[in-house]
C-alpha cells in the first residue's frame, strides 16, 4: 500500500501564506494518476480545495482560485499546496489524497493522515 506523509501545518495571521507538502512512498513499483488537497473544518463535511493529474492539469475550488497553488515533483512523487491570503475561516484539517496505479493489483485511493492548519485573526 502506498503511504502519503504530510507536512506543512501550523498557526498563521490572517492574510499569511503557508505551504504544504505530501510525498508518496511505498515497497512496491508503483504511479500516482492524480494528487490532490482536501480539507475538513469542525462540524463540516471535507471538501476538495485543489488536484492535480500526471500530465500537469489542474483544477481548484472556487474560494480559492487566485489564491492557491498546487504543483507536483513527478521525480519525488510529492505535491505541494501553495496557500496566500489566509482567512480565519481556514482553520482546518488538510488532507492529502493519492489516485495510485500499483503494478499487480487495482488502482485505488488513499489518504494520509491530516495536517492541522490555524488561522489567527
Known amino acids: 500500500q502506498v503511504q502519503l506523509v504530510e507536512s506543512g501545518g501550523g498557526l498563521v495571521q490572517a492574510g499569511g501564506s503557508l505551504r504544504l507538502s505530501c510525498v508518496a512512498s511505498g515497497s512496491t513499483i508503483f504511479s500516482i494518476y492524480s494528487m490532490s488537497w482536501y480539507r475538513q473544518a469542525p462540524e463540516k463535511q471535507r471538501e476538495l480545495v485543489a488536484i492535480?493529474?500526471?500530465?500537469?492539469?489542474?483544477k481548484y475550488t472556487d474560494d480559492v482560485k487566485g489564491r492557491f497553488n498546487i504543483s507536483r515533483d513527478n521525480a519525488k512523487i510529492a505535491v505541494y499546496l501553495e496557500m496566500n491570503s489566509l482567512r480565519p475561516g481556514e482553520t482546518e484539517v488538510y488532507s492529502c489524497?493519492?489516485?495510485?496505479?500499483?503494478?499487480?493489483?487495482?488502482?485505488?485511493?488513499?489518504w494520509g493522515q491530516g495536517c492541522q492548519m490555524t488561522v489567527s485573526s
Open positions: 492535480i493529474w500526471s500530465g500537469g492539469s489542474t
Open positions: 489524497n493519492a489516485d495510485v496505479h500499483e503494478d499487480g493489483v487495482s488502482d485505488y485511493n488513499t
